[in-house]
């Protein structure tokens, strides 16, 4: 049997590779020694990088909240990389996402990574970004899940619990 502990670990964030991965939060070889990349955002690197045509075809990006390790994004060639943030400062200009002041129809991807969980009226921002999404365009969107969040959701929503996945609430 391997040890894995020998095995090198690389990080798609940074390009980096290492012995390990850093602890965090009670998590063994979570995080990047070089990045602070945690495994949520290696994931949604990887997921951009294999299954999509985000660093090959020629695309308009409208990316809210910007985590620092998807910086590179901005700097690719194919892409017209727009960040936002609701604060100022944090990305390329401030916007409030239930109120994005883009054309209908002008962005061929959108990149919202656990943004909506901190949006008070999500489902106007999801209305929003489904205006400024050019017909076959994708956004990436996501967010926790956890059972308290998914009981949140169901008394705000008025849903029903779907059987085996969410226990009486």
Not at 12 to 25: D, I, L, N, R, V
Not at 50 to 65: Q, S, Y
Request: aromatic share 8%; net charge positive; hydrophobic share 35%.
């Amino acid at each position: 049997m391997r040890d894995l502990d020998k095995q090198l670990f690389s990080c798609p964030c940074c390009g980096k590779s290492f012995g390990k991965f850093q602890a965090h939060k009670g998590r063994e070889k979570a995080k990047c020694p070089r990045c602070k990349a945690r495994e949520r955002h290696r994931l949604l690197w990887l997921y951009l990088e294999n299954k999509t045509n985000l660093f090959h075809d020629k695309l308009r990006v409208l990316h809210f909240a910007p985590e620092r390790w998807f910086k590179a994004l901005g700097t690719l060639p194919n892409l017209d990389y727009l960040s936002a943030d609701l604060e100022p400062g944090r990305a390329m200009i401030a916007m409030d996402i239930t109120e994005i002041p883009l054309s209908d129809h002008s962005v061929d991807v959108i990149i919202c990574s656990h943004v909506l969980e901190h949006v008070i009226d999500d489902r106007r921002a999801m209305r929003e970004m489904y205006r400024v999404l050019c017909t076959g365009g994708s956004a990436v969107k996501p967010e926790y899940y956890t059972r308290e969040l998914s009981g949140q959701a169901i008394k705000r929503y008025g849903l029903k619990p779907v059987q085996g996945r969410v226990k009486s609430l």
